[in-house]
């Protein structure tokens, strides 16, 4: 089913153990783009956007013909978008705004086969997921683990986060940063 290996247009540890997890073959290749939100550029179309920058940008440097696939992942609560954390005290007030509150998780995919890049396919995957109450004393316990730092929203479901999610409606791998079912459906097109 996993016939192609893929080069994924990413460090990101998270989307690599997915990808382990189903047995797919994969190269990371960082993209280093520039990820500032272009003014008035909502939650959905900045993800795709950083997904098919990621994706254009590592197409570049492969060969001919291996699929790149690009993605992005953030959190979107009361219409701000959270990324990753830029310090502790952000990571206090983004989990603050979480707290006892539905949020959705977005994250934009675009996959491109090297040589071809007029067959790109770009989509994204969206999961509501509701955290429950949180006390200051267990924001600070959490962002004294270190976890939330370079996770969008602050928090990792997979981690010691899921102490806090009280219900999740969609893609659990998407929370995680890749959307393997999209992903999977999309390499069928492709």
């Known amino acids: 089913m996993l016939k192609e290996k893929l080069v994924l247009a990413s460090k990101s540890p998270r989307r690599g153990e997915i990808l ?4 797919w073959e994969f190269e990371a290749v960082a993209a280093n783009i520039d990820e500032t939100r272009m003014e008035s550029e909502d939650a959905v179309n900045y993800v795709k956007r950083l997904a098919q920058t990621k994706a254009e940008t590592v197409v570049r ?39 006892g509150k539905w949020h959705e998780v977005l994250t934009g ?17 969206t999961t509501r997921v509701h955290f429950v109450e949180m006390s200051s004393d267990e924001i600070d316990w959490y962002v004294s683990t270190r976890e939330p730092n ?5 928090y990792a479901i997979q981690g010691r986060g899921a102490l806090f999610i009280g ?16 992903v999977y459906e999309l390499t069928q097109k492709i």
């Open 61 to 99: 440097k492969s060969s001919n013909n291996v699929l790149v696939l690009g993605a992005d992942t953030v959190v979107v609560i009361d219409g701000e978008i959270l990324g990753q954390p830029r310090d502790d005290h952000d990571a206090r007030r983004m989990l603050k705004l979480l707290s």
């Open 20 to 23: 382990r997890a189903v047995g």
């Open 167 to 182: 219900e999740i409606q969609g893609d659990y791998f998407n929370v995680v940063g890749l959307p393997l079912r999209l």
């Open 109 to 125: 995919i675009a996959l491109m086969r090297a040589g071809q890049t007029s067959q790109a396919l770009i989509d994204h995957q």
């Open 150 to 154: 370079g996770k969008a929203g602050a």
